[in-house]
């Protein structure tokens, strides 16, 4: 299988845009002056290991993405990650069926469940959330995340964040707020996904990142600063340039698709390994024969034809696995059948990024 009723028709999708893309939007969350809660959190782990599941554009309600669920589950994962993006829109109902795990008693599909890491769980903002406007991602999917106290979820109080620990800073961003413009016309007018001035006040005065930081730099964010094959949003790699003069690891969605690129930069820039994991759980893109910025070098994308019964022409689904142990990182790129398709390590040594291996 690939689809269920959540995607299957176009008219569906353009009924539900249009009736909850018309309005104001849900006001950007920040965290509060003076709360001890400022968005920074302490990686926590066992055994010497912080392990990490990410996963973009997973909420989706397919077969797939359930799949991709269990996986992650086995994965044992002390924090999840989601890069954003609940279809069609975000609505109340699509965030409780495909991202809650709430039935809806007018569909016979099973709902599906994000799966909470042992220490927290995180969700990025995505353009589908704001075609409703952001307000079941704030107000329904925020709420049912962070980090885990007492054995609950304790909320993710913003759309930004940042993990870390002596080694890493895993730093999460909001890339979709301003992803929308003016209904329809943001689909020929693309806004730019810059980062909210609030935002950078966060970076500058609490993240605070220094050149002599020796820890190694991890962004995550929904839309593409570079790519191979679609759009690019470079805005918001120009306004962290101030922060990251050294080569990061960037993990993103979007794209429906999985690439490994090799270090690239926009002009005026932070420069970046870029990771598209965009393949959760929509049907994935297939590389085209012909890529649209052949200066961007992917090192490895899976080109494998997904077999399904609707005779569509895709790739496989899958996500990311993320191990972390002192200054070194490891991740593995898993498919929907648990095949690692490939991995690679890093070493952060005095805040500079170095391969140690890959493996295809």
């Given at each position: 299988?690939?689809?269920?009723?959540?995607?299957?028709?176009?008219?569906?999708?353009?009924?539900?845009?249009?009736?909850?893309?018309?309005?104001?939007?849900?006001?950007?969350?920040?965290?509060?002056?003076?709360?001890?809660?400022?968005?920074?959190?302490?990686?926590?782990?066992?055994?010497?290991?912080?392990?990490?599941?990410?996963?973009?554009?997973?909420?989706?309600?397919?077969?797939?993405?359930?799949?991709?669920?269990?996986?992650?589950?086995?994965?044992?994962?002390?924090?999840?990650?989601?890069?954003?993006?609940?279809?069609?829109?975000?609505?109340?109902?699509?965030?409780?069926?495909?991202?809650?795990?709430?039935?809806?008693?007018?569909?016979?599909?099973?709902?599906?469940?994000?799966?909470n890491g042992s220490y927290g769980s995180?969700?990025?903002?995505?353009?589908?959330?704001?075609?409703?406007?952001?307000?079941?991602?704030?107000?329904?999917?925020?709420?049912?995340?962070?980090?885990?106290?007492?054995?609950?979820?304790?909320?993710?109080?913003?759309?930004?964040?940042?993990?870390?620990?002596?080694?890493?800073?895993i730093i999460g961003l909001d890339t979709?707020?301003?992803?929308?413009?003016?209904?329809?016309?943001?689909?020929?007018?693309?806004?730019?996904?810059?980062?909210?001035?609030?935002?950078?006040?966060?970076?500058?005065?609490?993240?605070?990142?220094?050149?002599?930081?020796?820890?190694?730099?991890?962004?995550?964010?929904?839309?593409?600063?570079?790519?191979?094959?679609?759009?690019?949003?470079?805005?918001?790699?120009?306004?962290?340039?101030?922060?990251?003069?050294?080569?990061?690891?960037?993990?993103?969605?979007?794209?429906?698709?999985?690439?490994?690129?090799?270090?690239?930069?926009?002009?005026?820039?932070?420069?970046?390994?870029?990771?598209?994991?965009?393949?959760?759980?929509?049907?994935?893109?297939?590389?085209?024969?012909?890529?649209?910025?052949?200066?961007?070098?992917?090192?490895?994308?899976?080109?494998?034809?997904?077999?399904?019964?609707?005779?569509?022409?895709?790739?496989?689904?899958?996500?990311?696995?993320?191990?972390?142990?002192?200054?070194?990182?490891?991740?593995?790129?898993?498919?929907?059948?648990?095949?690692?398709?490939?991995?690679?390590?890093w070493l952060c040594e005095d805040g500079?990024?170095?391969?140690?291996?890959?493996?295809?």
């Open positions: 299988m690939v689809t269920t009723p959540a995607i299957t028709c176009l008219t569906d999708w353009i009924w539900e845009y249009l009736f909850h893309r018309i309005g104001r939007r849900h006001p950007f969350q920040v965290y509060a002056n003076g709360n001890p809660d400022q968005g920074v959190y302490k990686l926590e782990g066992d055994n010497g290991e912080t392990r990490i599941a990410l996963a973009g554009d997973w909420a989706t309600g397919t077969d797939e993405a359930e799949s991709v669920s269990k996986l992650m589950i086995s994965f044992k994962p002390h924090y999840s990650i989601h890069l954003g993006d609940v279809y069609y829109v975000g609505s109340p109902h699509e965030v409780d069926e495909n991202f809650l795990g709430i039935k809806n008693p007018r569909n016979s599909y099973e709902p599906c469940l994000w799966p995180f969700a990025l903002n995505g353009n589908h959330e704001m075609y409703a406007r952001g307000f079941a991602y704030f107000d329904r999917i925020l709420p049912a995340l962070g980090l885990m106290l007492h054995g609950k979820p304790s909320g993710q109080k913003a759309s930004f964040f940042c993990l870390e620990n002596e080694y890493w800073r979709a707020y301003d992803s929308i413009g003016w209904p329809l016309l943001e689909y020929f007018v693309r806004p730019a996904c810059a980062l909210r001035p609030e935002q950078i006040t966060w970076l500058r005065e609490i993240v605070r990142p220094r050149d002599d930081d020796p820890r190694g730099i991890i962004l995550l964010s929904h839309h593409q600063c570079y790519s191979r094959y679609d759009n690019w949003y470079p805005q918001q790699a120009k306004q962290l340039a101030e922060f990251f003069p050294r080569p990061v690891l960037w993990f993103w969605g979007h794209e429906h698709r999985m690439a490994i690129y090799e270090e690239y930069g926009v002009r005026g820039g932070v420069r970046a390994f870029g990771r598209c994991i965009g393949h959760g759980g929509m049907p994935v893109d297939l590389p085209p024969a012909k890529p649209k910025h052949a200066q961007c070098i992917v090192e490895f994308t899976d080109r494998r034809h997904y077999a399904n019964d609707e005779n569509l022409t895709i790739g496989f689904n899958g996500f990311a696995k993320m191990s972390l142990r002192d200054n070194r990182t490891t991740i593995q790129y898993v498919d929907v059948h648990g095949a690692t398709i490939f991995s690679e390590s500079k990024l170095r391969r140690l291996k890959k493996a295809q």
